[in-house]
């Protein structure tokens, strides 16, 4: 037997093995791992079912609230200056998830939930996706919504997506939701909702479906979402199952909130802090509204509830996540640990904190096999169902998470030889960033981001800003670094020359998983793509042709692409129009 799970691949027979002799040698360094695929006695379904009547029952209502750069002490339970009573209750009620991770940054994390698989298996692996970039999810890979669907569920989307819109079918109307309320970009004002990317390129984003909702303008995001959600709630058949997807816009720059909300941080001087925890106020009222609205409306007894950052706080926003180490955009644990519970009547233990090792792409599995549809090829997925672990605390079936392989991250003229064959020891090349958590240990490789220590009271704005801040002093000429996560979650002893063994062995882990990824996709960003050419809107902007060289790889036509540049002045004249009719559309406010 083997001490991992085998890195999935694209197809079942193409898996990572371990190299051949080090079976034992695992065993012996990384004890405590339980790395055999479990043949667990409860499933996700019988644990849902068991005692209830069986037939007619309506699988269990999923509420999906995905927040937007808290920190990992930015929530009450964590001990944060933040006011967050109902997340609170809701977590001490049910289970607060204390070994959680995501990815560093908004559209990996949100990819992975999505479609249950790793960066490097979806061509995602460099970065965000750009409002002006002709990319999205890879139309050949099923969506956890496509897939509850099937399963009968009703699936609605309320707030950010971030995963590419430039063809019709990359929207989340065509990628298994059944409505739409929110914004396509990775930003924007929240309440005009004007999204910028770069200086020169800003526009509406907010839509309705596949319509921009002009007369929702005005409204602060968070508001603006938690009524729709009430709305979808009350006009629901109950005897539907329902996947509510809230992904907030909060607490993401630009730090916008009520007067209300700012009043209740008046004494903090922080300006930033300031604005952001008035933000994250307003998303536990939100909440709270949210979890009313189910009990009124009757979904709260068979209904599962998650909750989730989708990455680390950026302290240069008003973001914390002391005492652990760097943040947003990092692969330290401020960037990827993230704050996460489960609360649901259906689970079978409760007011309990959950250590098992759980990753975003958990979720699809998870979600699939309460739907009662749990995937027929889980080889094909990245992510383990973890119900059992969550809901029973039985042995948890993930012992390992692969952050992420981004091989777009070294810039051409940056080869040193010695990264591969000194600090890699032959086996990896350490100037490409990648990072990797087994059992006890985690191992990072290359530019992993910013490493420093942010305590609270030095936040950007304090007196001192900035001033004593703990510099992180291990970065300087090093591109690999070992870690005791269990014994130092706080990444402050580096163990990479004291462990080489530890090393070795899990840098041929990444190597193994490197050997199924899919080749990066990361496009220049496309100047058709520009909202003043769209009439003023962030909307898809390629045809089927050009999707075609999207995912081909194909080269683009350079005699059409050049007449569409020189066309520029009829799209613009063109863009006018559309806008005059997209305003006349306009009806009363509705949410």
């Known amino acids: 037997s083997r001490c991992s799970r085998d890195s999935p691949d694209l197809a079942a027979d193409m898996r990572a093995p371990w190299p051949p002799g080090l079976t034992v040698f695992c065993v012996a360094v990384l004890g405590g791992f339980s790395y055999l695929r479990m043949g667990l006695p409860h499933t996700a379904v019988e644990l849902a079912y068991k005692n209830t009547s069986g037939k007619g029952r309506v699988p269990p209502h999923i509420i999906f609230v995905m927040v937007d750069d808290q920190g990992y002490s930015d929530v009450g339970y964590h001990g944060s200056d933040i006011h967050t ?99 396509l970009t990775g930003s924007g004002d929240h309440f005009n909702f004007q999204s910028c990317d770069g200086a020169e390129a800003c526009g509406f984003d907010l839509h309705d479906g596949e319509r921009p909702a002009w007369e929702l303008s005005g409204n602060y995001s968070t508001r603006l979402y938690t009524e729709r959600v009430k709305k979808i709630l009350r006009t629901h058949d109950r005897q539907t199952p329902l996947f509510l997807y809230v992904a907030l816009q909060a607490a993401h720059t630009p730090l916008q909130a009520p007067v209300h909300l700012l009043q209740r941080y008046h004494s903090l001087g922080n300006r930033l ?90 979720w699809y599995p998870t979600l699939l096999a309460l739907a009662g549809s749990p995937e027929r090829e889980p080889r094909r997925l990245d992510g383990y169902d973890v119900w059992g672990a969550i809901s029973k605390g039985l042995p948890c079936p993930r012992t390992e998470i692969l952050f992420n392989i981004d091989p777009v991250s070294r810039r051409p003229g940056e080869v040193d030889h010695r990264l591969l064959a000194v600090n890699g020891f032959g086996i990896w090349d350490t100037g490409v960033r990648a990072a990797i958590r087994a059992g006890d240990w985690k191992l990072l490789t290359g530019n992993v981001g910013d490493g420093d220590w942010v305590p609270p009271q030095i936040l950007p704005g304090g007196p001192q800003q900035w001033q004593g801040m703990e510099k992180r002093q291990d970065q300087r000429g090093k591109s690999v670094w070992l870690f005791n996560i269990t014994a130092d979650p706080y990444e402050r002893s580096d163990q990479a020359e004291a462990r080489p063994e530890v090393v070795k062995l899990l840098l041929s882990r990444i190597a193994e998983y490197n050997r199924t990824a899919v080749p990066a996709r990361n496009p220049p960003d496309d100047p058709m793509a520009d909202p003043q050419l769209h009439g003023g809107v962030w909307t898809p902007w390629l045809g089927e042709k050009e999707a075609e060289n999207e995912y081909s790889g194909g080269p683009a036509d350079g005699y059409s692409r050049k007449v569409q540049l020189k066309s520029c002045k009829v799209c613009k004249l063109r863009a006018l129009f559309k806008k005059v009719g997209t305003r006349l559309q306009r009806s009363a406010l509705y949410f």
Request: aromatic share 8%; glycine share 12%.
């Open 85 to 183: 009573p109902v997340l609170d209750q809701l977590a001490a009620e049910g289970v607060k998830l204390e070994n959680y991770y995501v990815q560093p940054i908004c559209s990996p994390s949100r990819s992975q939930l999505m479609t249950g698989r790793y960066q490097i298996h979806t061509g995602l692996q460099h970065s965000i996706i750009r409002s002006r970039q002709p990319l999205c999810l890879p139309p050949n890979t099923p969506t956890l919504p496509e897939r509850l669907r099937q399963a009968g569920y009703s699936t609605h989307m309320v707030g950010k997506w971030h995963l590419g819109f430039c063809r019709p079918e990359c929207l989340p109307t065509a990628r298994g939701f059944q409505s739409f309320l929110g914004s």
């Open 273 to 362: 802090r300031r604005h952001y925890a008035a933000m994250l106020s307003g998303v536990d009222e939100a909440v709270g509204e949210m979890v009313e609205e189910m009990r009124d409306q009757g979904y709260y007894r068979n209904s599962v509830l998650i909750y989730s950052s989708d990455n680390g706080g950026q302290p240069l926003s008003g973001g914390c996540n002391w005492p652990l180490r760097g943040g947003k955009g990092s692969y330290w644990e401020g960037g990827v640990r993230a704050v996460g519970f489960v609360h649901s009547p259906l689970l079978k233990r409760t007011g309990v904190v959950s250590q098992a090792l759980i990753h975003v792409s958990d």
